[in-house]
């Protein structure tokens, strides 16, 4: 097992007191969470050293997102695609949920905080499912912020997955052909009930969606930084909302 150093960051939140217009608050905010291997190989230690103090950036963003009354909070934690990675890391990386869960459990109760996923969810290993299911169980009456976690999810695997289940109630004569349309698209998604995410964030200086919400994402804006996630912060978060509620949102209008 390896230890893992313990960084102090400056709470930057608690000592600048939020200049956020509450008004027009992105309901949805979606976050791409890159860099958290570039953050751990600056600072020549292991990647999984990223991956963990990427989770402590987790536990403040919610903070974040709930204080400015975020709805939904989806946060991409592993990729259909993320199994490609060395063994060690996947495992490492499938722990986390456990961890994450098991440590704030109770501070999500307490700040009325919802857990839910996204993603194949069968794929999973079993104590991933165990500690993601008690989340949901504890949190399910909560009606604060819906956090969100992307697990085992692709945007493409998730549409192959919702033509297969409409053909299925086709075949069931649960579904009409004729009654296929946009709206129901959307209800055969992870997604189901939750709005589109009105605002994607990527960290890492990456620019591109990676099979993130392929379809949702058809009207989000989108928000990149340079910032790797382990040292995205509240201030940042914050200044991404900012800059949305300073876009204009035409819907293909003028
Ligand atoms: C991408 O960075 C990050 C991931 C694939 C994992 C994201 C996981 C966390 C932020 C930990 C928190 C998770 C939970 C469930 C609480 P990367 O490894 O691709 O970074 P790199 O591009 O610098 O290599």
């Not at 499938?94 to 109770?106: Q, R, S």
């Not at 919702?162 to 698209?185: P, R």
């Not at 591109?208 to 509240?234: C, G, H, I, K, M």
């Not at 200044?239 to 949305?244: C, E, G, K, P, R």
Request: charged content about 30%.
């Amino acid at each position: 097992m390896i230890k893992l150093p313990f960084f102090n960051r400056k709470r930057r939140i608690d000592l600048q007191p939020s200049t956020l217009k509450l008004e027009n608050i992105p309901g949805h905010v979606a976050i791409i969470m890159d860099g958290n291997g570039r953050w751990a190989k600056k600072r020549g230690l292991p990647r999984i050293a990223g991956h963990k103090e990427g989770m402590t950036t987790v536990r403040r963003i919610v903070k974040a997102a709930n204080r400015i009354d975020v709805k939904v909070l989806t946060l991409y934690a592993f990729s259909k695609e993320n199994w490609k990675r060395p063994q060690a890391e996947v495992d490492f990386l499938m722990k986390l949920p456990k961890e994450f869960l098991t440590t704030y459990l109770p501070e999500l109760i307490e700040e009325n905080v919802k857990v839910q996923t996204i993603g194949d969810f069968e794929g999973l290993p079993s104590f991933t499912k165990e500690a993601i299911r008690e989340a949901m169980e504890q949190t399910k009456h909560n009606d604060g912020l819906i956090l969100n976690f992307a697990l085992n999810y692709g945007g493409r695997y998730e549409l192959v997955h919702a033509v297969q289940s409409m053909m299925k109630d086709i075949s069931d004569k649960k579904l009409q052909m004729e009654d296929i349309d946009e709206t129901c698209i959307s209800r055969y998604l992870y997604t189901e009930k939750l709005a589109d995410p009105d605002l994607i964030i990527r960290t890492s200086g990456e620019h591109r969606l990676s099979n993130f919400l392929l379809w949702q994402s058809a009207y989000s804006e989108l928000w990149f930084t340079e910032v790797l996630w382990p040292d995205f912060d509240e201030l940042l978060f914050e200044q991404a909302v900012s800059d949305f509620q300073n876009r204009k949102r035409r819907y293909g209008g003028i």
